[in-house]
């Protein structure tokens, strides 16, 4: 059976023989290199910007502003127009004021590279400096438009939170802060605009993520058909949420190729990364819950500050309401009300990153759920198991929402696999040896972290496949590979459903001249939507060649089955067979085999619809060692374990949750965001902005469980691509706490050695 | 992340190198380029002219004379890393050098260019003024030797003049069976310093410490000696009580914060490392000698 085996990634040779194609290796003929001239102050009024300088430099063709581009809106929001938050918009250009060190205020396009950036040097912006606003906690100011810096206030949740809080018997409070971090992939952003005048098409090339929702939206903003508007997706380094969104560098392109008549280059750099591309995940809870004499939570009040940044992006404000609608997690909250106030501050503008609104969640709901165990002082295992839903409650609806759709858990046994975790990590022989080694002078401790993952998100996708003459399948799907085996996947769930090698599955993504609609890779989508229209494609198309077959070879289909691209006889596989390939030949136009009203050819398309997405859901165990002189942490041991439902490829899943591990210990111990007090960012190297090496990450123990299939697609597939993030920053703040023995010391992410240090000396 | 446009000279000698810093407006040297051309490429820096060390071989080499270690500025840090001699002689080099960027960076990484570039946190540096190493250096005045505590000047500035080129740097070994110990505390493997010491140790029959050197990198402007610390233990005995007593004198250094560690905290992380790099250097000497 294919699906469930960890066969070799199909889409490795190329990358692994150095033929592998990044948008930067692509060059056009007479193509012109794009330069962003960014603000270097956080925030303030543009009085001047000089370009003559730079115009006057050999190779230089054009020098764009704000009023150069005038026609051109605010960038919009992916899904959609929202009025009341139209004006926190970004524009391609900054117009009259910047509100970032960062922010595009003028373009230059050169022959070369080079060219380009030197004659960015010699633009002479002049910006009249206004007062920086860097904490979201801290009094909104002034915002252009509208009343004041907080975009908006989102709210979610049931039940009357207050009269509970009024007779509660006890109450838990925290006040927890996560840093400011973001997905820094291998490969920076790029992007090239290209203009086919002959056939008046517009393509940008480099797209990554969503290309389908880009052509609509770049259609949109453009005036121009779709079929007048293609994207076309190569190799990418990696997404993680922030690759691949609309960012005015992909306008400018587009533009620049119409109106210079030339292809438009852009590749980001480093430096521009790190203060261009979406930040994330910054946000301040101040967190209660009532519980009562048992540690059964009653009820959980969160208000919570959304540092969004300089403006609102194409996601809108997608991340504050999925955390206001996904923290109560495994939980059952009898009553529940968070209070998400977004607001806007002088630095880079924030989105998406892996887990997005989970890594923040489950950082706070589990430090909250450690708090209540020390209040009453019960073991924080016990406390989880008190308050966990339970299988017999599945699906179990909640009256809050993520990403546009209410929240329904589709299946799953929490307490059973914290149970089957911690036995199988050996729990209690892991508690007994770190307190024999505390009492011997050593700052060791473990701590755990239960999380709800979504993933799956519908509403529906489809594809098309067709089998060749010669027996090869060609798999055309509207998704997108950020690197994360897709194509392997979606071979393997076609090769399972028809009966052929899956070598023989050619998967095709990110084109959008070959299919019309596609929803991309992000949300832990893909194998769940994309495989599931996969494998409906796949047994219609089994169905037409068994139809056909079964005329040929005097049978009916019942009898009949493909093996290996063979169709052959049940139960007797020496007899008569015909191959894939033969079928679809004869199956081709005219052919006398079609029956009447069939479309020609060995081909279908599958699409798959769906009202709800699916709920993974996790554990993980961290056991660190402190060093109480310098404040560092050692990682001794972690086990990620997560409930896919069903993995098509246990060995990418396993891929997925290492990888997705280390960017949550980044953000954990390492990776930080932060800005002087005039808002300049200061750290935009990867000497400052420290993401974690080899040195620094553990051998993660994988623990992964089909326990609990999705009843919502035919394979059971819930979608793994976020699930060993979410855990890290809370199972490792639980560990520091048990290292030091001092319960609910950790309250910021990321813990540095300074943080830490500090928190030790205000002990002693 | 294109370097601004610079003219590019290769030098095949000394004089080649001298000749064309004395002839060229506003040059910089190229060694190993692990600095630099980082910084060229943020453009941090928007040097005319580049001249290119890389092709004269003179300036490359290690030898061990009459009690002193000669290292060639042109030698690659993992060279010295990887040295027999110089880990049999000064095994403090091999320790320390171990926390110089990473392997694939020392192999192009100069000890010349580090001590020219002179980060506050950059190990070379501090190993250098350890040994109260002598550092040579050629210009069209002729050749002149500067102390490592006058060729450090100030923040990332030496003494070198910008027609000078450094050439050789000496340093004095210490006697056979010495204690040594080096202790250094990062963000990361790799990473620039929070606080790096580097100790010499040695001491009579009695336990007795005759002879201390200590050098602190990553906390002040630049590599320092920690003279008052070297003196509260001298005539000592080796141990927890001598070594507390020195590491007190981290309090007093003029320490500098950045986004990685305040003046506090490296001041504090500074103190732990001394302590351990002694306590290294002890069990060490005790062992050899």
């Known amino acids: 059976m294919t699906v469930g085996a960890s066969v070799t990634r199909i889409e490795d040779p190329p990358l692994v023989t150095g033929a592998a194609r990044f948008v930067a290796d692509l060059n056009f003929a007479r193509q012109l290199h794009m330069r962003v001239v960014r603000a270097q102050q956080a925030h303030g ?24 581009i005038s026609e051109l809106p605010p960038i919009d929001f992916r899904e959609g127009p929202i009025p009341e938050l139209a004006v926190f918009r970004q524009p391609v250009l900054a117009k009259e004021r910047v509100r970032y060190v960062g922010e595009p205020v003028a373009v230059v396009f050169a022959d070369s590279d080079y060219v380009a950036e030197d004659a960015a040097d010699l633009i002479l912006v002049e910006i009249d400096e206004l007062p920086v606003l860097l904490d979201a906690a801290a009094a909104p100011a002034a915002f252009p438009g509208a009343a004041s810096s907080e975009a908006t206030v989102i709210t979610q949740g049931y039940g009357d939170v207050d009269a509970v809080f009024a007779t509660a018997p006890h109450i838990v409070a925290l006040d927890l802060s996560v840093g400011r971090h973001t997905g820094v992939p291998l490969e920076t952003r790029g992007a090239i605009g290209v203009y086919d005048a002959a056939r008046d098409v517009l393509q940008l090339h480099g797209a990554a993520k969503v290309p389908h929702k880009n052509r609509e939206a770049l259609a949109r903003l453009f005036g121009r058909s779709l079929q007048a508007m293609h994207l076309f997706e190569y190799h990418v380094g990696g997404g993680f949420g922030v690759r691949g969104e609309i960012y005015p560098e992909d306008i400018l392109v587009c533009l620049a190729a119409m ?28 967190i209660r819950a009532a519980v009562d004499g048992e540690g059964r939570i009653l009820a959980m009040d969160d208000n919570f500050f959304h540092d969004q940044g300089a403006y609102l992006r194409t996601h809108g404000v997608r991340v504050p309401h999925m955390t206001a609608g996904i923290l109560p997690g495994p939980y059952r909250i009898p009553a529940y009300r968070a209070t998400a106030r977004v607001r806007l501050t002088n630095k880079t503008p924030c989105a998406t990153y892996r887990g997005p609104g989970r890594y923040e ?31 017999a409650e599945m699906p179990y609806d909640r009256p809050l929402q993520a990403l546009g759709e209410e929240i329904s858990y589709d299946s799953g046994d929490y307490a059973g696999l914290m149970d089957k975790v911690l036995a199988k990590a050996g729990w209690p022989a892991m508690k007994a040896e770190t307190a024999r080694r505390r009492a011997a002078g050593e700052m060791v401790g473990v701590g755990i972290a239960m999380f709800v993952e979504k993933a799956g998100l519908g509403p529906t996708d489809g594809v098309k496949i067709a089998v060749e003459p010669g027996g090869h399948v060609e798999v055309i799907t509207g998704g997108a590979s950020v690197g994360q085996g897709f194509e392997t996947v979606i071979a393997q769930i076609c090769a399972g459903a028809l009966g052929v090698d899956y070598q023989k599955v050619r998967v095709v993504h990110g084109q959008t001249n070959r299919i019309e609609h596609g929803i991309g890779a992000h949300a832990s989508r893909a194998t769940v939507m994309t495989g599931s229209a996969t494998h409906v494609g796949a047994l219609k198309v089994r169905a037409k060649a068994l139809a056909a077959a079964a005329k040929l070879l005097q049978k ?57 997405q699916v709920y993974p859901y996790g554990m993980h165990i961290a056991q660190v060692r402190v060093d109480g002189a310098t404040g560092g942490v050692h990682i001794e041991r972690y086990v990620a374990a997560f409930d896919i439902g069903r993995a098509v490829n246990p060995m990418l899943v396993e891929g997925q949750i290492v990888g ?47 326990d609990a299939p999705s009843p919502r697609n035919p394979l059971g597939i819930k979608g793994g691509g976020e699930s060993g993030i979410t855990g890290v920053g809370a199972a490792l703040a639980a560990a520091v706490d048990d290292a030091l023995q001092r319960p609910g010391a950790i309250t910021e992410l990321p813990i540095t050695p300074q943080r830490l240090k500090d928190i030790l000396n205000a002990a002693t | 992340m294109k370097p601004p446009p610079f003219a590019y000279h290769s030098a095949t000698s000394i004089p080649e190198a001298i000749q064309l810093l004395s002839k060229l407006e506003n040059a910089k040297l190229l060694a190993g380029g692990q600095s630099l051309m980082a910084m060229l490429n943020l453009r941090y820096l ?49 320790e320390t050098l171990a926390y110089v960027g990473h392997r694939q960076t020392r192999n192009r990484g100069t000890i010349g260019g580090s001590l020219c570039h002179l980060d506050p946190a950059a190990e070379l540096p501090a190993l250098a003024l350890l040994h109260d190493a002598m550092v040579t250096v050629a210009g069209p005045r002729g050749e002149r030797k500067i102390e490592m505590a006058a060729f450090i000047v100030d923040y990332m500035t030496t003494a070198v003049q910008a027609d000078e080129l450094v050439t050789l740097i000496e340093f004095p070994l210490w006697r056979a069976g010495h204690g040594y110990g080096f202790a250094e505390f990062a963000r990361r493997h790799g990473d620039f310093a929070i606080a790096a010491v580097a100790c010499l140790m040695e001491s009579d029959s ?21 003279t008052a610390a070297e003196a509260a233990l001298i005539g000592k005995v080796a141990g927890p009580e001598a070594f507390a007593a020195a590491a007190a004198c981290c309090a007093d250094i003029a320490a500098v914060g950045d986004v990685h560690g305040s003046a506090e905290y490296r001041k504090k992380v500074a103190a732990v490392m001394l302590r351990r790099a002694l306590t290294d250097a002890q069990s060490r000497m005790a062992k050899n000698g």
């Open chain 2, 46 to 94: 928007h040097p005319e002219n580049l001249v290119d060390i890389n092709r004269i071989p003179e300036l490359s080499g290690i030898t061990i004379d009459q009690g002193r270690l000669r290292i060639g500025a042109m030698t690659r840090q993992q060279a010295i890393k990887a040295s027999a001699e110089v880990k049999a002689a000064a095994p403090i080099f091999a």
């Open chain 1, 45 to 68: 009024k543009i009085v001047s910007i000089d370009a003559a300088e730079a115009l006057a430099l050999p190779g230089v063709v054009a020098v764009w502003t704000a009023a150069d």
């Open chain 2, 206 to 226: 009695e336990g007795r410490m005759t002879r201390v050197a200590i050098s602190v990198a990553g906390v002040a402007a630049t590599a320092i000696r920690l």
């Open chain 1, 556 to 612: 009916t289909p019942d009898e009949l089955d493909i093996v290996a691209g063979v169709i052959v006889q049940r139960g007797n596989p020496a007899g008569p067979s015909i191959s894939l390939g033969d079928i679809a030949k004869r199956l081709g136009p005219g052919s006398k085999l079609l029956e009447p009203g069939q479309n020609p050819g060995l081909a279908e398309e599958g699409w798959f619809n769906v009202d709800h």
């Open chain 1, 259 to 286: 109106r210079l008549g030339r292809p438009v280059k852009w590749i980001e750099d480093r430096r521009e990364h790190l203060m261009a591309t979406n930040h994330s995940r910054q946000q301040r809870h101040q």
């Open chain 1, 660 to 706: 997705s591990f280390t960017q949550g210990l980044g953000g954990a111990l390492l990776e930080e965001f932060r800005y002087s007090e005039t808002g300049e960012p200061l750290a935009v190297t990867f000497a400052d902005y420290l993401l974690p090496s080899l040195h620094d990450v553990p051998q993660v123990e994988v623990q992964l469980y089909e």
């Open chain 1, 361 to 391: 969640s489950t950082f706070v709901r589990e430090r909250l759920i450690d708090a209540v165990a020390m209040q009453l002082g019960l073991d924080p295992v016990e406390v989880r198991r008190r308050n966990m839903i339970t299988s």
